[in-house]
């Protein structure tokens, strides 16, 4: 059986790849219009991070910044329940 790739494969991917990745996304679901780059005139909702995601989940747990909608939101806090945090630490 066929496994997606983990994360350790978007490590040997260089910036550029991974933008086309997203445009060409967007472009098979005739979004592109719309959303699959970030630049002036398409939606894009992004996640600051203060430390590479691909290091460990953690880096995800206390964003920097998140845009959504148009809407910036600095330092953003979130409901956290202990079980699934316990849950994703095994990983």
Do not use: C, K, Y
């Amino acid at each position: 059986m066929s496994h997606p790739p983990g994360p350790w494969a978007f490590r040997r991917t260089g910036p550029d790849q991974r933008a086309r990745r997203h445009r060409a996304n967007a472009a098979i679901l005739g979004l592109d219009r719309v959303t699959g780059a970030v630049r002036t005139g398409l939606a894009a909702d992004l996640v600051v991070l203060a430390s590479n995601p691909l290091d460990g989940f953690r880096a995800s747990v206390d964003p920097e910044l998140v845009i959504i909608g148009g809407s910036i939101i600095e330092h953003p806090t979130v409901t956290r329940f202990d079980e699934i945090d316990a849950r994703l630490d095994s990983f």
